[in-house]
């Protein structure tokens, strides 16, 4: 599966923590009681920890970042500028689909 498909609705996207349960608390990627996912947190769930840069590489090219600017960015920053995207208040779910079908991952 891919991260685009558990990111079907607007009702399984959260933000400002990588996964929550139907209550909303906040938890992380893998949790088993997760039902929403931010989109960090949804590639973390659906591929394996081997393949989390590449998809992240992926996402953010098709943000607009140059192949020249993913070189610069270590996994970390990756991760971060990934979630300073996903929980801006401006960035919509729409948005957040969009992107996640463009880079398909």
Request: charged content about 30%.
């Amino acid at each position: 599966m891919k991260a685009h498909e558990i990111l079907k609705s607007p009702e399984a996207w959260c933000q400002e923590s990588p996964a929550e349960d139907r209550q909303g608390n906040k938890l992380e990627a893998l949790d088993r009681r997760a039902e929403k996912w931010c989109a960090l947190g949804a590639i973390q769930k659906e591929y394996l920890p081997s393949q989390w840069e590449e998809a992240m590489d992926r996402l953010l090219h098709a943000l607009g970042v140059s192949e020249q600017g993913l070189a610069q960015m270590t996994k970390s920053d990756k991760a971060c500028c990934l979630m300073e995207w996903n929980d801006d208040r401006r960035t919509s779910f729409l948005e957040v689909r969009k992107i996640l079908l463009c880079a398909d991952i």
